[in-house]
């Protein structure tokens, strides 16, 4: 059986997507969580360096086979189970998904640098802030709604690429708890598709998961640096 190595639920915003690409598409797999840790000679770093060169999560374990990086993950996937259709069905359609999931993966720094995935965190008033006082952010959600609603425009929703969940929209969830986490203001079609990700039943079992963890890591969170402060 497949092998996903993830981090702490709350905070890990890579280990999601991959986790949802199998979990959404019913591939059986095993979760192997790691509590996330900076630290030289932890587990975390320990049993990630047997598997990748690049420590970090997730990766996905099939045999001897490492697979690292979540568009390898999410390509890789999609090879082995082509019947799950994770990709859109139509080839330039396919261009077109993989150009928003490469945008995703090398773009938007400022909103995820200054709103990291904190799913039981309610920091709306950090989101205010961040948008009288950081452009980039306020750029980065602004290119966010855009290709959104570009795409509901071009498809009809309610998802991305039409009726169908696809990978990209599994490879913005994440985005999608920044959103709401930090009250960052996008119009009501982008409220709904964002109620519509939350809704599926993957992504609630992974929320429900995360908020039981209860495993606050200073690292990840900049705004709260403690549980009393």
Same mark, same amino acid.
């Given at each position: 059986m497949l092998q996903l190595v993830i981090g702490n639920k709350n905070y890990s915003s890579w280990s999601l997507r991959g986790w949802l690409m199998l979990a959404h598409f019913g591939i059986p797999f095993e979760e192997v969580k790691l509590r996330l840790s900076l630290a030289e000679g932890s587990e975390f770093k320990q049993r990630l360096a047997a598997l990748t060169p690049t420590g970090q999560v997730p990766v996905l374990v099939d045999g001897d086979l490492a697979v690292w990086d979540t568009l390898a993950i999410a390509e890789y996937l999609a090879e082995t189970h082509p019947e799950r259709r994770m990709w859109p069905a139509e080839r330039r359609q396919r261009a077109r998904a993989r150009s928003l999931c490469a945008e995703m993966h090398a773009g938007f720094s400022a909103l995820r640098s200054h709103c990291p995935m904190n799913l039981e965190a309610e920091l709306s008033a950090v989101g205010a802030e961040l948008m009288r006082t950081r452009a980039e952010v306020v750029r980065? &959600?602004?290119?966010i709604v855009q290709m959104w609603t570009g795409q509901f425009q #071009?498809? *009809? *929703? @309610?998802? &991305? =690429?039409g009726d169908e969940v696809t990978i990209p929209? &599994?490879? =913005? #969830? @994440?985005?999608?708890?920044?959103?709401r986490t930090y009250g960052l203001p996008v119009p009501p079609a982008v409220s709904a598709y964002i109620e519509r990700i939350d809704a599926l039943p993957a992504m609630q079992a992974w929320v429900a998961e995360a908020l039981a963890e209860q495993d606050f890591l200073d690292f990840d969170e900049p705004y709260r640096k403690s549980r009393a402060g």
């Open positions: 980065d &959600l602004q290119r #071009a498809h *009809g *929703g @309610p998802y &991305l =690429f929209d &599994l490879y =913005f #969830a @994440p985005v999608c708890t920044r959103i």
